[in-house]
């Protein structure tokens, strides 16, 4: 009979232990290949599809504040009131006549002031001596009792044959002064006037100019025998 020596079949042993010991690593380490290969491939079909979903959610944003946009401003031109050839009529603080007209007329809902096209103002209306106003545009506010007419602005005065030009006229509908503070000029028979800014009160009947800076009132009067 012949005894086993248990020293030679160690190495033996081991051996095999080592080698389950590496297999099972490989084994772990595919298997994570594997998983990490699989997210790699999900991301790359999900990416295309964010980008996808990103881009139309900003297109189908864009495309929403146009639209609600446009309805807004049709909704505020709808309920504007638009005037052809409107006149207003009125009186100042001391009952003398006034008339606004122009060639159209738009009402803005939120302010209540008039958009005014083309206006034509006329002060002591029916009485012997009118002062007219004319402008390419203008601001009528029946509130404030205000009406800023501008840019182009003649000022013509029946009773002396003044005709004043500026590039803006303010009347106060309540008082019936009218004022300017971006420059006149003045032409009539007694001569030719001009000055940075201007006051005409009594509606027509007193003018007064001043001057500003450098900018000092100028004025030519012509001889009596040219009158």
């Known amino acids: 009979m ?41 991301y790359r079909r999900l990416l295309p599809i964010i980008i996808l979903v990103l881009a ?8 929403f504040r146009s639209v609600m946009s446009g309805v807004e401003r049709r909704a505020s031109e709808t309920q504007e009131i638009r005037l052809d050839n409107p006149m207003f009529h009125g009186q100042d603080a001391q009952g003398r006549a006034f008339m606004i007209g122009a060639q159209g007329a738009v009402r803005d809902p939120q302010t209540g002031r008039f958009r005014l096209n083309g206006p034509v103002l006329r002060l002591n209306l029916g009485g012997r001596k009118v002062t007219q106003m004319t402008a390419d545009a203008g601001i009528y506010n029946e509130a404030a009792r205000t009406v800023t ?11 002396s044959g003044f005709t004043l030009t500026t590039p803006e006229a303010v009347v106060d509908t309540a008082t019936g002064v009218v004022t300017g503070s971006k420059g006149v000029q003045g032409a009539g028979p007694l001569g030719t006037i001009n000055a940075s800014s201007y006051a005409i009160y009594d509606q027509g009947q007193r ?21």
Do not use: C, M, Y
């Open 2 to 42: 012949t005894d086993l020596d248990p020293q030679a079949s160690a190495p033996a042993e081991t051996l095999e232990a080592r080698k389950a010991r590496d297999e099972a690593r490989l084994a772990e380490a595919g298997a994570a290949w594997r998983k990490r290969s699989q997210r790699v491939r999900l």
């Open 56 to 63: 139309g959610g900003a297109l189908t944003w864009t495309i």
């Open 149 to 159: 007419i501008g840019p182009n602005v003649k000022i013509t005065d029946g009773g």
């Open 207 to 227: 003018v007064v100019f001043n001057g500003q800076g450098d900018n000092k009132v100028r004025g030519v009067i012509n001889p009596a025998s040219d009158r």
